[in-house]
């Protein structure tokens, strides 16, 4: 990572954000519900100096995005005048916000914040962000998670043939049906349809109590699966601990790590194999350089969970670099939307992260 003080100086002038709805490629059927929208918050930093950083926050539902740019506007008002420097501006938030704590749409506010000043200083500095990190831009293996979710077994093989374009060797199905036998069904149906060499891993969403989760994962346990993501209750540690302990299969979690100290509580507790931090839940790029930090202390593979654009920077100069969690939410609505060759994310050779918005597909989908 780059000194600060070799970092552009830059001052805080506005934040602003704007709330869109982007029709998915394919409708996300989990064991949460179908989600054939994208609610995504942009949100652009403004400075004085004329550069502008931006970043968006996959909100989960549009009506938490108003909730959302309400918290922007206290960070607005916190840290206006201030230098662009992501790092002291998190630590002074932190303390901003330390009674009401730094959670939920605190958390996700402050992430998105983080993540718009650290792409205005790569931009100021006329450089990719992975160089302001201190790497190079490269090729980023990643798998696609667009579809695959909870569907017939006929329509899922047929999705799954599709999300091999682009050369992906990789793809996520979702888990959670009624029974077991209909868990395997799925995931025969799919694996009759793909090469033998392409990665498959699972999601449950967290739809299984340990002793389902036990059972169907002994099952699973035959059938060549890449990874078994988040089976039971996110922070049940102890659950996933004797899961890892006697399953086969590796255990994935991470997207509902809340900042790294939720991270390093789920290592101690040895409650996977493999870890995926979140970019908003681990606290934007500051949290996440120091996920990896954590990753690579514990030996641990470390993979990325959505903002796929900003991650592949970020998983560039992470030492127990895994794989690229590949969703194309955001396509729609930047001028050029991360390009996927030969199954790996191709890291834009443009400064900042390279997200920057069409300002016409931004007021088409905009709520």
């Not at 606290?283 to 592949?312: C, D």
Request: glycine share 8%; net charge negative.
């Amino acid at each position: 990572m780059t000194h600060p003080s070799q970092n552009p100086v830059l001052t805080l002038r506005a934040i602003t954000a704007v709330g869109v709805e982007v029709p998915m490629t394919y409708v996300l059927g989990t064991s949460r519900g179908a989600i054939s929208k994208a609610p995504l918050l942009l949100i652009d930093v403004t400075t004085e100096e004329g550069v502008t950083g931006r970043a968006y926050l996959w909100s989960y539902f549009r009506h938490a995005m108003p909730a959302i740019a309400s918290i922007l506007r206290a960070v607005e008002d916190t840290m206006r005048g201030e230098r662009v420097a992501p790092e002291a501006l998190w630590d002074k938030l932190a303390q901003r916000f330390a009674l009401i704590g730094v959670q939920g749409i605190v958390r996700m506010a402050m992430a998105g914040f983080d993540v718009a000043c650290w792409d205005a200083v790569a931009t100021a500095a006329g450089v990719p962000l992975v160089r302001l990190l201190g790497g190079e831009p490269k090729r980023i293996p990643a798998y696609n998670s667009c579809g695959l979710g909870l569907m017939k077994t006929d329509a899922l093989a047929d999705e799954a043939e599709k999300l091999l374009a682009g050369g992906f060797r990789a793809i996520k199905l979702r888990l959670g049906y009624p029974t077991l036998e209909d868990d395997l069904a799925a995931v025969h149906a799919v694996k009759k349809r793909i090469p033998a060499d392409v990665a498959l891993m699972v999601d449950y969403n967290q739809a299984l109590s340990a002793g389902e989760a036990l059972a169907r994962g002994r099952a699973l346990d035959h059938e060549g699966l890449y990874w078994l993501e988040e089976p039971i209750r996110h922070d049940d540690y102890a659950g996933a601990n004797r899961l890892k302990r006697d399953l086969d299969l590796p255990i994935q979690i991470g997207e509902n790590f809340s900042l790294v100290a939720g991270m390093q509580h789920a290592l101690d507790a040895n409650a996977c194999d493999y870890v995926m931090p979140d970019l908003e839940r681990i606290g934007g790029v500051t949290g996440f350089s120091q996920a990896a930090a954590l990753a690579a202390e514990r030996n641990i593979k470390m993979s990325s969970h959505l903002y796929p654009e900003v991650s592949a920077h970020l998983l560039a100069v992470t030492p127990t670099c895994h794989y690229l969690e590949y969703m194309d939410w955001a396509d729609k609505i930047v001028q050029e939307p991360l390009r996927i060759a030969d199954g790996c994310a191709v890291i834009p050779d443009r400064p900042g992260s390279g997200v920057v918005w069409d300002a016409k597909a931004v007021e088409r989908y905009r709520v």
